[in-house]
Nanobody
Framework: QVQLVESGGGLVQAGGSLRLSCVAS????????MGWFRQAPGKEREFVAA????????YYEDSVKGRFTISRDNAKNMVYLEMNSLKPEDTAVYYC?????????????????????WGQGTQVTISS
């Protein structure tokens, strides 16, 4: 069992930056792929970024490429999402997720159904 807790959300102006953190409790954090997803009001949860268990590969949704960076520190059981050049359309609740299964494609990492554990989410609001 893995428990995930996100932090770092808040209200910032367009063009600003935020750094989201997710701490995991439980065993074998380093064996999980980790992802960030977001959900805006009235919309489905969507993929933002993912990182493999070793941190050797990362994947991003097209609209955040070049602006967001996912990273992890397995020694601290932490995963991060650095968000720069934020836009009002980035406003959403952001969720951290852990996947047991091994993925071998971006499509696999982007599939919400492939993640086994979820945090409660942290609100990110970008004002124009």
């Amino acid at each position: 069992q893995v428990q995930l807790v996100e932090s770092g959300g808040g209200l910032v102006q367009a063009g600003g930056s935020l750094r989201l953190s997710c701490v995991a409790s439980g065993r074998s954090f380093s064996s999980y792929a980790m992802g960030w997803f977001r959900q805006a009001p009235g919309k489905e949860r969507e993929f933002v970024a993912a990182i493999t268990w070793s941190g050797g590969n990362t994947y991003y949704e097209d609209s955040v490429k070049g602006r967001f960076t996912i990273s992890r520190d397995n020694a601290k059981n932490m995963v991060y999402l650095e968000m720069n050049s934020l836009k009002p359309e980035d406003t959403a609740v952001y969720y951290c997720a852990a996947a047991i299964r091994r993925c071998y494609s971006a499509t696999c990492y982007a599939n919400v159904d492939n993640y086994d554990y979820w945090g409660q989410g942290t609100q990110v609001t970008i004002s124009s």
